[in-house]
């Protein structure tokens, strides 16, 4: 059964994918190749995104406990990055190189605001480095889209990546507007979980390896844990999963905008 990766092995893992990430944008013979998973955005906006979204993290870690975002960190704040090859992969590593400084001088424990009140997802710095690792594990597969070489997530980030999700993304006290449903999500790697939607919200539990538990899921679906992830995140069709029963369920865990 899946277990949280401890907290050096998440900055491990977050600092395997942003030397993925910047070995990609180093590497583009041109930053203006368009990002298919990415509409509207070159590789250049994408590599912005993810040098401001690693300043605005290692800020708002090191702010510390809060209960409103602290200032400066909204998507919108943040000086542009610099558009020359070079410049902006020095940009870049001084950013995730930002992040990772904040969140060793933090600790895994020390509170912290972030977006996932009402998720089973803790507000603490270590949540915020498992966060941060899915986001990217994904763009970096967005950069590789975009130079046309994809590849499947890593076994490990991708594991951790489908319970992440399930925590920080699915899991909320907001009521379920439809008729009560499970949902299984299987992994050809062995790991499964299990998300409960009903008038409470949304909350998920591991199942053991193999999934298979007493009571059928109204809808089941398969495949490895990079192609879970990948169409959690809207990168590959939900339907790239093999689904067994109600495939409603999913379109409708989709569509869904909690409080709306």
Do not use: K
């Amino acid at each position: 059964m899946h277990t949280t990766p401890d907290f050096p092995d998440l900055l491990r893992l977050l600092d395997e994918r942003s030397g993925a990430f910047l070995a990609l944008v180093a590497a583009a013979p041109d930053l203006g190749v368009p990002v298919p998973t990415c509409p509207g955005w070159t590789l250049f906006d994408l590599a912005e995104h993810v040098g401001q979204g690693r300043r605005r993290w290692a800020t708002i870690v090191a702010f510390g406990p809060a209960d409103q975002r602290p200032a400066g960190t909204a998507p919108t704040d943040g000086p542009p990055a610099p558009r020359a090859h070079e410049a902006l992969q020095r940009w870049l590593a001084e950013s995730v190189a930002e992040l990772d400084a904040a969140l060793r001088d933090a600790g895994p424990d020390r509170g912290c605001w972030a977006w996932w009140p009402e998720s089973q997802s803790p507000l603490t710095a270590g949540a915020v480095a498992r966060h941060q690792l899915q986001e990217v594990a994904v763009h970096t597969y967005d950069a590789q889209v975009g130079l046309g070489a994809p590849q499947p997530l890593p076994d490990e980030a991708a594991v951790d990546g489908v319970e992440e999700f399930l925590s920080t993304c699915n899991a909320t006290t907001y009521p379920w507007p439809h008729a009560p449903a499970t949902l299984d999500y299987v992994s050809t790697e062995g790991p499964a979980w299990r998300l409960w939607l009903d008038g409470d919200g949304a909350r998920f539990a591991r199942l053991p390896d193999g999934g298979a538990p007493a009571d059928a899921a109204t809808l089941t679906g398969r495949g490895s844990a990079s192609q879970i992830v990948l169409s959690m995140y809207g990168r590959i069709p939900v339907r790239s999963l093999t689904l067994e029963g109600d495939s409603q369920v999913l379109d409708r865990l989709v569509d869904w905008v909690p409080g709306d």
